[in-house]
């Protein structure tokens, strides 16, 4: 195709029927300022962030009292307050809705199938709000889960937020102490998890780490098992405070759900950092911040209605779970999916989406290109006429990914790459249903969000690549770290490199469409010669050979210099010989450039990925250069790491 046209524009109906056009509108009436396109727009509301959030709050109907101010200290970061003087619950937000109509549809690898009416989410999350308080959980108290993406989680979290208690979860996958890494910090009350889980066609029981977990938690005074694999009673029953969630709740009759209103700033969530580099980073986000930015990131950048059937595939133990779970806020309907993506085969998550009429699929680039690359077309063996949009993140999503995801799922579709994180628990750029697509980039960045690209010494790029940077405040910036009293973890990870400005460690660049391209994170970018290279530009070659399942790319120290290191999974049948090195050294020498081309090319069985799924450079750059890895409990297959230690084709 082209590369001077995109790849979709919207249709005038579309953009006619589109939240962000009538929000637009609103924002001319109020603003008296002519809102014309999307430009105009974000500069507004970056401009008039008080005018602009206010905004956000009535339109999207926003349950509380906002009460007299908007923006307090709004020059300082950290330090501004937004909505200092509300009240609210994220939970009562998030229940409005009310009826026999479906809240959530769970689908299990294992072919098991549950759908909750909007009033049966409502008894449940009442009855376990019951017993929560029944055990003496209060405001501020945390509730942690070691859960499958399943109905019970949504509802756990809504009754404890409904609380006021704070909500921290993990996938069941997480191994001992990598559990303990996180939830050992923040001292939960109650505890949650499954009797087992199903992954790649196999039953996977818990119950022995379930119990090394509790002996290590002595602040929990309630473990709850969530029956899945039909043995929550018996798991139950070995563990000391332990209770099958099921028998637990059955005592307490269904009642109106209490909603305690508290500050905008009340923590509601605990996120955690990776680990990789050491014990993760306990990130608190506020139960007012998180609101409004998902109300805002699915209103209007997501295009999300009432009615809709709104999907991510994700584990608990990442953000996006956090960021999904908001859409009932929008009146969506949440298509859970708990199990292996592949398993049978690659077709899982369009059955699921074809099944249950999808409007909205979120997933990553790298489903994305495995789809690809196992040479699935599901536009020609799946219904996807209901799917609206098509979202993607965990790592950039290549032009040639875009490309596929055009030709081979669905021609008319708004695909919107974004990228964030969980040190926001939502996006900086993200897509704009409004505009058109270009291949390899994010649509913009998002409505109140001050987003730029730096050099090293604070000045502005256009066209070059530079560090991102949020040079004003906005709501879903955490309150800060658990166990961080002065603040100063919080200052050192985001504020250090600029002054009063958040540098969020990605490495990225505006494009001439007012695009961006994410080029990796800053603390893996490569560095040879003194010239600065993203490994995702890297990637983005190398990938589209349909010999390379998957790379990984480091910087390795070398004589007094950095030299480029590309190790690569290849597909099955194929060896790393001379001709394949040559092709893959020609396809980035012409697809980037001669600088990014790697001195050493190694094939290796396995990439290590943390439990999200995103592949671990520094974890590897360690491994090579001798150093130890801080936190392997954080990779969801740590045994890789071996394959990058000692590497004669390294050595020399």
């Known amino acids: 195709m082209d590369r001077t046209e995109p790849l979709w524009r919207p249709s005038r109906e579309a953009v006619e029927a589109a939240a962000m056009t009538g929000f637009m509108a609103?924002?001319?009436?109020?603003?008296?300022?002519?809102?014309?396109?999307?430009?105009?727009?974000?500069?507004?509301?970056?401009?008039?962030?008080?005018?602009?959030?206010?905004?956000v709050w009535d339109r999207c109907g926003v349950i509380g009292d906002k009460g007299a101010r908007v923006l307090v200290d709004g020059d300082r970061m950290p330090g501004a307050?937004?909505?200092?003087?509300?009240?609210?619950?994220?939970?009562?937000?998030?229940?409005?809705?009310?009826?026999?109509?479906?809240?959530?549809?769970?689908?299990?690898?294992?072919?098991?199938?549950?759908?909750?009416?909007?009033?049966?989410?409502?008894?449940?999350?009442?009855?376990?709000?019951?017993?929560?308080?029944?055990?003496?959980?209060k405001a501020g108290d945390r509730v942690a889960a070691m859960l499958p993406n399943m109905p019970e989680t949504v509802a756990a979290m809504l009754a404890a937020s409904a609380?006021?208690?704070?909500?921290?979860?993990?996938?069941?996958?997480?191994?001992v102490e990598g559990v303990l890494?996180?939830?050992?910090?923040?001292?939960?009350?109650?505890?949650?998890?499954?009797?087992?889980?199903?992954?790649?066609?196999?039953?996977?029981?818990?119950?022995?780490?379930?119990?090394?977990?509790?002996?290590?938690?002595?602040?929990?005074?309630?473990?709850?098992?969530?029956?899945?694999?039909g043995t929550a009673e018996d798991v139950a029953g070995t563990l000391e405070r332990g209770v099958a969630l099921e028998a637990a709740v059955a005592e307490y009759e269904p009642a109106p759900v209490a909603f305690e209103r508290l500050p905008f700033a009340h923590p509601l969530y605990i996120l955690f950092s990776s680990g990789t580099t050491g014990i993760p980073k306990c990130i608190v986000h506020s139960?007012?911040?998180?609101?409004?930015?998902?109300?805002?990131?699915?209103?209007?950048?997501?295009?999300?209605?009432?009615?809709?059937?709104?999907?991510?595939?994700?584990?608990?133990?990442?953000?996006?779970?956090?960021?999904?779970?908001?859409?009932?806020?929008?009146?969506?309907?949440?298509?859970?999916?708990?199990?292996?993506?592949f398993h049978p085969d690659g077709n899982a998550l369009f059955d699921f989406a074809a099944a249950e009429g999808m409007t909205f699929f979120g997933t990553s680039a790298k489903f994305i290109d495995a789809v690809r690359k196992a040479g699935l077309r599901p536009r020609d063996t799946h219904d996807l006429s209901r799917v609206r949009a098509i979202a993607s993140t965990g790592s950039p999503l290549a032009p040639d990914g875009f490309a596929f995801v055009y030709d081979a799922i669905k021609p008319d579709v708004h695909l919107a790459s974004v990228s964030g994180g969980t040190d926001i628990v939502s996006c900086f750029v993200l897509g704009v249903p409004i505009l058109p697509v270009w291949p390899g980039e994010i649509q913009g960045a998002g409505l109140g969000m001050a987003v730029d690209v730096w050099d090293d010494a604070g000045r502005p790029l256009r066209g070059e690549k530079g560090e991102l940077v949020c040079t004003r405040a906005f709501p879903a910036m955490?309150?800060?770290?658990?166990?961080?009293?002065?603040?100063?973890?919080?200052?050192?990870?985001y504020f250090e490199r600029f002054d009063n400005v958040w540098c969020h460690g990605d490495f990225a660049e505006w494009t001439e469409h007012g695009g961006m391209i994410i080029h990796g994170r800053s603390d893996a970018t490569l560095n040879p010669g003194g010239v600065r290279i993203g490994t995702a530009e890297i990637y983005n070659q190398v990938?589209?050979?349909?010999?390379?399942?998957?790379?990984?790319?480091?910087?390795?120290?070398?004589?007094?210099?950095?030299?480029?290191?590309?190790?690569?999974?290849?597909?099955?049948?194929?060896?790393?010989?001379?001709?394949?090195?040559?092709?893959?050294?020609?396809?980035?020498?012409?697809?980037?450039?001669?600088?990014?081309?790697?001195?050493?090319?190694?094939?290796?069985?396995?990439?290590?990925?943390?439990?999200?799924?995103?592949?671990t450079e520094l974890a590897v750059r360690d491994v090579v250069h001798g150093?130890?890895?801080?936190?392997?409990?954080?990779?969801?297959?740590?045994?890789?790491?071996?394959?990058?230690?000692?590497?004669?084709?390294?050595?020399r």
């Open 627 to 651: 150093r130890p890895v801080k936190n392997k409990e954080a990779l969801a297959n740590p045994e890789a790491l071996a394959l990058f230690a000692d590497r004669p084709e390294l050595q």
């Open 543 to 615: 990938e589209q050979l349909d010999e390379v399942i998957e790379a990984i790319c480091i910087g390795q120290e070398w004589d007094g210099d950095v030299r480029v290191v590309l190790f690569v999974r290849l597909a099955d049948g194929v060896a790393l010989d001379e001709a394949l090195e040559k092709r893959i050294r020609g396809k980035i020498r012409s697809g980037a450039s001669p600088r990014h081309v790697p001195a050493r090319i190694v094939a290796v069985a396995d990439i290590p990925r943390t439990k999200s799924g995103k592949i």
């Open 163 to 175: 609380i006021g208690a704070i909500w921290s979860s993990c996938s069941p996958d997480f191994g």
């Open 478 to 493: 955490p309150i800060g770290f658990w166990n961080d009293p002065d603040g100063a973890k919080y200052r050192s990870a």
């Open 181 to 229: 890494d996180r939830f050992g910090q923040i001292e939960p009350v109650v505890f949650l998890a499954p009797d087992g889980y199903w992954y790649n066609g196999k039953a996977i029981e818990v119950a022995d780490k379930t119990a090394a977990v509790l002996e290590r938690l002595p602040s929990v005074r309630l473990a709850l098992v969530v029956d899945y694999l």
């Open 287 to 341: 139960a007012g911040g998180t609101l409004l930015q998902h109300l805002k990131e699915h209103r209007l950048h997501a295009d999300l209605r009432p009615g809709d059937r709104f999907f991510y595939f994700t584990t608990c133990g990442w953000m996006m779970w956090n960021w999904l779970v908001s859409g009932l806020a929008s009146g969506a309907t949440l298509l859970l999916y708990d199990g292996s993506p």
């Open 26 to 55: 609103a924002a001319t009436e109020a603003s008296g300022r002519t809102i014309e396109d999307y430009q105009a727009f974000h500069r507004w509301s970056v401009d008039e962030r008080e005018a602009f959030w206010d905004l």
């Open 81 to 137: 307050a937004f909505f200092p003087d509300a009240r609210l619950n994220f939970a009562e937000n998030l229940l409005s809705t009310r009826g026999a109509g479906e809240a959530i549809v769970f689908r299990g690898e294992n072919k098991v199938e549950r759908r909750l009416s909007w009033n049966e989410l409502h008894a449940l999350v009442s009855r376990l709000q019951q017993l929560f308080r029944a055990h003496g959980v």
